[in-house]
Nanobody, 127 residues
Framework: VQLQASGGGLVQAGGSLRVSCEASGDKFVKYAMGWFRQAPGKEREFVASVSRSGGRTAYSDSVKGRFTISRDNAKNTVDLQMDSLKSEDTAVYYC?????????????????????WGQGTQVTVSS
C-alpha cells in the first residue's frame, strides 16, 4: 500500500488544522491506520490510531481531547483533525498502515506494528 499525506502548514497557537492521508495500491480495509509525528531532535512518537472498521480509536495523552482521527473506507482516506494546537505540536506528521490478519478490530499505538509509512507533512504551530 502507498500512503500520501497532505494538509500540513503553518497555524497560530490555539488554531486548527486537518491533515489527510490517502491510501492506494491495496484494499484499505485490510489496514489499521495511525498518525505519528517527529519533532527535530526527537524520536518519532505515536499520536493517534483507528481500527480497520473505524470503531476503535486510540490517542496519546498529549493530544487526547484536542485531536480526532477518522477514516473513510469508501474514499481510502484517514484524517487527523487537530484543534487547540500548541507550539509543542510542531512536527512532521506521518501516516502509517498496520497490516494484520486476526479478526480483532485493533488500533495499535506501537510504532513497530506499522508496516507502511507515508512521506510526512510538516505542521508548524507559532506561539
Amino acid at each position: 500500500v502507498q500512503l500520501q499525506a497532505s494538509g500540513g502548514g503553518l497555524v497560530q497557537a490555539g488554531g486548527s488544522l486537518r491533515v489527510s492521508c490517502e491510501a492506494s495500491g491495496d484494499k484499505f480495509v485490510k489496514y489499521a491506520m495511525g498518525w505519528f509525528r517527529q519533532a527535530p531532535g526527537k524520536e518519532r512518537e505515536f499520536v493517534a490510531s483507528v481500527s480497520r472498521s473505524g470503531g476503535r480509536t486510540a490517542y496519546s495523552d498529549s493530544v487526547k481531547g484536542r485531536f480526532t482521527i477518522s477514516r473513510d473506507n469508501a474514499k481510502n482516506t484517514v484524517d487527523l483533525q487537530m484543534d487547540s494546537l500548541k507550539s509543542e505540536d510542531t512536527a512532521v506528521y506521518y501516516c502509517a498502515a498496520d497490516l494484520y490478519f486476526t479478526l480483532s478490530d485493533i488500533a495499535s499505538t506501537r510504532r513497530n506494528d506499522y508496516d507502511y509509512w507515508g512521506q510526512g507533512t510538516q505542521v508548524t504551530v507559532s506561539s
